[in-house]
């Protein structure tokens, strides 16, 4: 099993700046894909960004630019951040993390609230 637990969303004005984190915890040897996605209200969850399990970055197009996503990893830990620089209302959305380990495994976090408003 992986545990996922995201921190850092939050409340900002159009133009701010917030970091999310997700740590991932337990069976972390095989996770070979790893990212963010976001849901807002009435709409279904897309991705924003992620490390695939080819080793590439993908970034949602409303999003190049803007937000990066990095990660740190040791033995024990593996930790995904989404940077997102010049947040715009439409950036309102629930943000999950997401470890997968091929066919063997799909996993979310509990999801953290990004609110962008003036």
């Known amino acids: 099993q992986v545990q996922l637990v995201e921190s850092g969303g939050g409340s900002v004005q159009p133009g701010g700046s917030l970091r999310l984190s997700c740590a991932a915890s337990g069976s972390i040897f095989s996770i070979n894909a790893m990212g963010w996605y976001r849901q807002a209200p009435g709409k279904q969850r897309e991705l924003v960004a992620a490390?695939?399990?080819?080793?590439?970055?993908?970034?949602a197009d409303s999003v190049k630019g803007r937000f990066t996503i990095s990660k740190d990893a040791d033995n024990a830990k593996l930790t995904v951040y989404l940077r997102m620089n010049s947040l715009q209302p439409e950036d309102t959305a629930v943000y999950y993390c997401?470890?997968?380990?091929?066919?063997?495994?799909?996993?979310w976090g509990q999801g953290t609230q990004v609110t962008v408003s003036s």
């Open positions: 997401r470890a997968q380990k091929g066919n063997r495994g799909d996993y």
């Open positions: 490390f695939t399990s080819g080793g590439n970055t993908n970034y």
